[in-house]
């Protein structure tokens, strides 16, 4: 996001109309969003028309504006801070900033962590592409096993989050693990696309931050495959800077059997290596804003090989 932008302002994008969905709403697609989005329209608006979407900015979660973790969690205990009246929050009680969130509502509070003592705690977890996450979590009413469709182990947070959710509501636990078993990863957030009979890709394009970055780069390390190839791309938090692209190479060299890298900052990784090469491509303005962002790790089948292409803009911080 450009510097002198903040909350309330009125702004543009440009979107572009995907199809009608109904008579009133259209899909569309927005750039550097990862999935479609739907709108309200009672115009003639027709499939690949391009139109402008105004609104005023009600968060900006970038690492140029928070900048620490305490400030991202300071920005997201609002969220807790509205809770309504019989309502409850369930927090990560893992991480000590989310769990200061407890302090901002006096409606329930709900744990969920792989530490001992917590409402819900999430154990054996494990994953290994081409095994799929897979993980049990205990609580005070039983025990469930669950299969997942997600590729890397860090997805075990999200998973046992939503899980607590769904049980403190009263889902049965046999309907959570049957939902959670089919429910695929986001396209472009560590997805897999398979080729007939080549290489699976497990695709990691939408965002990443530095910290991000080092999560796929676990899951393409964990991979059971006989070869690997990494890719990096932009990290939009250190857009001037190319000291954290060397370390991005230290990290990946160990993990992969190529590491390449694409962009501005390509020639600065260089180290003589016979594994690591640097193309020099267009700015990024200039390429499909689609596929030119964050890590894709290319893995699996006859010849298996394992990629990762890594641009990163995504600012994680605690979550609830």
């Avoid at 695929?184 to 696309?193: I, K």
């Avoid at 999560?215 to 495959?225: C, E, G, H, I, R």
Wanted: aromatic residues 6%; contains cysteine.
């Amino acid at each position: 996001m450009a510097r002198g932008i903040g909350i309330g302002d009125l702004v543009a994008i440009t979107a572009t109309v995907r199809r009608r969905v109904t008579e009133d709403r259209v899909s569309v697609s927005i750039p550097s969003y990862g999935f479609p989005h739907s709108i309200i329209d009672h115009t003639k608006v027709k499939k690949g028309q391009q139109i402008e979407l105004t609104g005023e900015v009600t968060r900006i979660e970038h690492y140029s504006v928070f900048r620490t973790r305490e400030a991202v969690a300071a920005e997201k205990g609002m969220l807790v801070s509205n809770i309504r009246p019989g309502g409850f929050v369930v927090l990560n009680a893992d991480d000590q900033h989310v769990m200061a969130m407890a302090e901002r509502t006096v409606e329930r509070i709900v744990t969920f962590g792989q530490a001992a003592g917590v409402d819900y705690r999430a154990t054996d977890i494990h994953a290994a592409f081409p095994e799929r996450l897979i993980l049990t979590i205990e609580w005070t009413g039983g025990r469930l096993t669950l299969q997942t469709r997600y590729v890397a182990e860090h997805f075990w947070l999200p998973v046992t989050a939503a899980v607590a959710a769904a049980l403190e509501l009263g889902v049965p636990a046999q309907t959570v693990a049957e939902q959670v078993a089919g429910c695929e990863p986001f396209h472009n957030r560590l997805s897999v696309a398979a080729k007939p009979d080549g290489p699976q890709f497990i695709i990691d394009t939408t965002k990443a931050p530095w910290h991000s970055v080092l999560l796929a780069f676990k899951a393409l390390a964990d991979a059971k495959v006989p070869r690997k190839r990494l890719i990096l791309g932009h990290m939009s938090d250190f857009p001037g800077s190319d000291s954290k692209y060397r370390k991005a190479y230290a990290a990946a060299r160990p993990i992969a059997d190529q590491v390449v890298f694409v962009g501005d900052h390509s020639q600065a990784k260089r180290t003589g290596t016979k594994a690591a090469f640097s193309l020099s491509l267009p700015p990024l303005k200039s390429l499909n804003t689609s596929a030119a962002r964050r890590p894709l790790v290319n893995s699996s089948s006859s010849r298996a090989q394992a990629t990762c292409i890594s641009s990163v803009s995504r600012c994680h911080g605690p979550g609830t």
